[in-house]
């Protein structure tokens, strides 16, 4: 893709949706780290509908700790790999409340020091929280990636990197958010939405469906 197709295409995502955001719910960063570690390998509505029982309870690193491991798997067991992320959430919380004050660190080396956070959840915190201009890619992001011929890749860390580079920089903090959305409810894995996608004409996949759209 050339460089004026790449900032079309962000301009039209853009223009349908000019504030993007997470559909994790959350009110602080700590909420968001939590919410994000709890995410993996399941939705965010499923996410969502836990925590709005856990942070009503439970919304910092000292509550957390306070309701223990055993106490925080009652709010989570609707979650895949619950009992992990449980271990997680509560080592992490500990760390955070040793060695940051309970507060969330801001930098990347930090976050990704915390139990269960990579460098994907690290991403979507410094970004979605802090507001700095990362991309988290998630396997939405590297299918869109891949498929629009945005940022080629075979590895998520690859596909990252170039669009570190290739995403214009009026368009970078607000691209994770447009790509993973893109994903979700357009250019989805089994069947994309080639006929109502905005960026058909701009897209390289070669075996869209097929249709006219209803725009």
Known sequence: ?????????????AELNPKPTTELEYS???EL???????????????NKATRKLFPVANTPEAILALGEDGLKKFISTIGLFNAKAANVNAACRLLVERHGGEVPRDRDSLEALPGVGRKTANVVLNTAFGEPTIAVDT?????????????GKTVRAVED?????????F???????????????????KPD???CVI????????????DGKR
């Open 1 to 13: 893709m050339k460089p004026a197709e790449r900032r079309e295409l962000f301009a039209r995502l």
């Open 140 to 152: 939405h992001i590297f299918r869109v990636a891949n498929r629009t011929g945005l940022a080629p």
């Open 200 to 211: 058909r004409d701009l897209c390289r996949f070669r075996d869209k469906t097929p249709g």
């Open 162 to 170: 170039k669009l570190m580079k290739v995403v214009p920089a009026q």
């Open 28 to 30: 602080t960063p700590f």
């Open 33 to 47: 780290l939590v919410a994000v570690t709890l995410s993996a390998q399941a939705t965010d509505v499923g996410v």
């Open 172 to 190: 970078r903090l607000d691209a994770h958010h447009w790509l993973i959305l893109h994903g979700r409810y357009v250019c989805k894995a089994r």
């Open 194 to 196: 080639c006929p109502n």
